[in-house]
């Protein structure tokens, strides 16, 4: 439903829920306005950019969401991403990546495709998440340590050369104020739990250096003077080539703010036990996306810690998202000027702590007990991730994941010949009524099995093992008790069997057949070709139809087989047998 939350949850709305939503929504602006700027200069672009897209989007988020709680604006796994974009296409490269992936996240919404994060593998996303993580880390160092050398390079492995060759010019007096900063940010929690510590050391550390005027670089040395002002709506100049080459990020950007806001939603959900709308979180976020890079910002999300920050101050309602936006937009009008006074150490220490809990390396610990295609994801993925490009990693992982998917469960689908399981021993089958075994199956009479998904990746071992058929049947049953899915390979792999028997003088026919693949085959050649006086719905039918075939007498089924009755596929006409 593309309704927003706000709409919901203003028919009950009363004073008392909005003095909560108040409190909650100034103490997440207060949480939100050191990561916005920390953010906006990890991604290579100045502090007031990373600000106007908390206010702007973040208010755009929650006003029109599909969360009651949501909190959006810049997250840390944006900054590779758009670091990336600026370096290569500049700052309108960076508007046009972002409008066109706000595009395609209202696509996503009106499409219907909000529960896209049921389909994105867990080590993929741990493996991402960690490597973003790592790249955060390694973006600081310059500015945690003072680092005195010229650019830092983009490859990680170059950057981190670097950092060697230049590691006796580290400044003393940058690393003092790095230090007290992470030191407040621990010990913060212990004295006071509502004032978030990472706001508590910026002011404090910031007031320190200006009072003992530390020689450290600041917001206002390297970026100058921020103004107070509104920025003018802009459109961007960016040539049709350019704008061809920026596909592969918008679509990068897209994925990271889908997955990130929808895990973000589904754990507030889990936090306040409500449910969220995906789709209209999805819309949300693209308008949002739309609109914040049209005022000077950088793409956003819903992040999860300021959601959870939101939740635990008593935020139940957009309005509190809506809040934090105003509180942002209020300080950043009034005290935007002292904003260049922040030392760059201490938002790098404040990036550090973010990048720690962001890396989640308690997860991707446990992940490598996983089974050894799940870790294969991970490592390809976080490797790509840190070495390579985040929109390749992403790419490769998604893909990497499917084809592991496609032959775990190739794997799990077997094709079985009924007479070769004559002299073993089977004790639990034999308690099954409808094991096939206990059935006087005639000579000339072969049965195959399929156990599991009949789809592409298990139609191979399907046609190899039906050809490894040494005297050749009158009458080849192939029972489909246990197919519950159908796809088109399975099927032209099934018409080559028929076509190959048909050669040979052979019967083909089909039994216990479910409702999917009696769909998937209905109007298909397949199904004419087999006839459908050939397609059964229980093993007893099928063997009695070959008896005849045999010219044989019919068999009585054993006591406690299954019944049939008659039915119609469901495009009508045909009539089949069917378990009752």
């Keep these: 439903m593309l309704l927003p939350k706000l709409a919901t949850t203003l028919r009950s709305y009363d004073r008392r829920q909005f003095g909560q939503d108040v409190v909650a929504g100034i103490i997440v602006g207060i949480v939100a306005i050191p990561l916005a700027i920390a953010f906006a200069i990890a991604s290579g672009v100045t502090p007031d950019r990373g600000l106007w897209t908390a206010i702007v989007a973040g208010f755009l988020i929650s006003a029109l969401g599909g969360s009651r709680v949501q909190i959006g604006g810049p997250t840390g796994a944006f900054v590779v991403i758009v670091y990336g974009i600026v370096q290569k296409y500049g700052i309108d490269g960076l508007t046009v990546a972002t409008l066109m992936a706000g595009v395609l996240l209202v696509i996503m919404g009106v499409a219907k495709l909000g529960s896209i994060i049921k389909f994105i593998p867990h080590p993929l996303i741990t493996g991402f ?52 900063t992470l030191a407040i940010i621990l010990v913060w929690p212990r004295i006071n739990r509502r004032i978030p510590g990472p706001f508590v050391a910026l002011i404090v550390v910031t007031v320190v250096s200006q009072l003992m005027h530390l020689p450290v670089e600041t917001i206002g040395s390297r970026f100058g003077a921020l103004t107070a002002s509104v920025p003018h709506p802009r459109l961007p100049h960016v040539g049709w080539s350019a704008i061809a080459g920026l596909a592969g990020p918008a679509f990068t950007i897209a994925a990271l703010a889908a997955i990130e806001s929808l895990l973000s939603a589904v754990v507030a959900d889990g936090m306040i036990g409500g449910h969220h709308r995906s789709n209209m979180e999805l819309v949300a976020q693209g308008i949002a996306n739309i609109a914040s890079p049209l005022l000077g910002g950088i793409p956003a999300t819903g992040a999860i810690a ?18 934090h936006a105003v509180t942002l937009l209020l300080v950043t009008l009034v005290f935007g000027r002292w904003v260049a006074t922040i030392p760059l150490a201490t938002l790098a220490a404040i990036l550090v702590v973010v990048s720690y809990h962001m890396s989640e390396w308690r997860n991707f610990r446990a992940e490598l007990r996983s089974p050894k295609s799940d870790i294969v994801v991970l490592l390809t993925t976080f490797g790509l991730t840190v070495l390579v490009d985040l929109t390749v990693a992403i790419a490769v992982g998604m893909v990497l994941a499917a084809f592991l998917f496609i032959r775990r469960m190739a794997e799990v689908t077997n094709v079985s010949a009924i ?13 099954d009524p409808n094991w096939v075994l206990r059935r006087q199956i005639p000579r000339g009479v072969d049965v195959y099995e399929i156990n599991g998904p009949f789809f592409f990746g298990a139609a191979e071992q399907f046609k190899d093992t039906i050809g490894q058929v040494a005297n050749v049947p009158k009458v080849l049953v192939i029972r489909m008790r246990n197919v519950l899915a159908l796809d088109s390979t399975g099927m032209h792999a099934l018409r080559e069997v028929v076509h190959r028997s048909r050669r040979d003088g052979s019967t083909v026919l089909l039994s216990d057949v479910h409702m999917q693949p009696l769909v998937a085959l209905t109007g298909s050649p397949i199904l004419e070709e087999i006839g459908a006086e050939n397609l059964f ?22 006591p406690g087989a299954t019944p049939t009755v008659a039915r119609e596929t469901p495009a009508g006409g045909i009539p089949v047998v069917a378990k009752r």
């Design 129 to 180: 998440t960690s490597g973003i993580a790592v790249i955060i880390f390694s973006s600081q160092v310059k500015d945690l340590l003072g680092l005195r050398m010229g650019a830092v390079p983009a490859e990680f492995i170059a950057k981190w050369e670097a950092f060697a060759a230049n590691a006796g010019s580290f400044n003393p007096a940058a690393v003092t104020v790095a230090a007290l």
């Design 419 to 431: 007479r070769a399981q004559l002299d073993e021993g089977h004790d639990e089958e034999e308690r």
């Design 306 to 323: 300021r959601t959870a920050t939101n939740v635990k101050n008593g935020g139940r309602t957009p309005v509190a998202g809506m809040m």
């Design 537 to 558: 719905g229980n093993i007893d039918d099928a063997l009695n139809r070959a008896r005849e075939i045999l010219g044989l007498p019919r068999v009585a089924p054993p």
